[in-house]
């Protein structure tokens, strides 16, 4: 089964930076997309962005579009999401995932294939 190992999750101030990695590693289906999902308390997990894996194409939620990027390594392996100006709104486990179809913002996160372990973005003054 395919294993996702995400890192780069921390503390930041409302406005700053952060830049989360997924390894993807083992035995591999055919992966068609990637993406990142994130759980705050009390709430259900959420699209945050996708891209296809093939043709790079990219997806953004609302919330996110304009702030933050994503981005696969095809040669490594890896996908990564760049998050900018960074709010409070955005404190959340952040959680990379892999599927063999179109990870799109209705995509129900109870379908997708695959799942990092999470990691966690708090965003407070």
């Known amino acids: 089964q395919v294993q996702l190992v995400e890192s780069g999750g921390g503390l930041v101030l409302p406005g700053e930076s952060l830049q989360l990695s997924c390894a993807r590693s083992?035995?591999?289906?055919?992966?068609?997309?990637m993406g990142w999902f994130r759980q705050a308390p009390g709430r259900d997990r959420e699209f945050v962005a996708a891209?296809?894996?093939?043709?790079?194409?990219?997806y953004y939620a609302p919330s996110v579009s304009g702030r933050f990027a994503i981005a696969r390594d095809k040669v490594k392996n890896t996908l990564t999401l760049q998050m900018n100006n960074l709010q409070p709104e955005d404190t959340a486990v952040y959680y990379c995932?892999?599927?063999?179809?179109?990870?799109?913002?209705?995509?129900?996160?109870?379908?997708?294939?695959?799942w990092g372990q999470g990691t966690q973005v708090t965003v407070s003054a």
């Open positions: 891209v296809t894996w093939g043709a790079g194409d990219v």
């Open positions: 083992g035995p591999t289906f055919n992966i068609y997309s």
């Open positions: 995932a892999a599927d063999r179809r179109l990870l799109v913002p209705v995509t129900p996160w109870n379908d997708v294939d695959a």
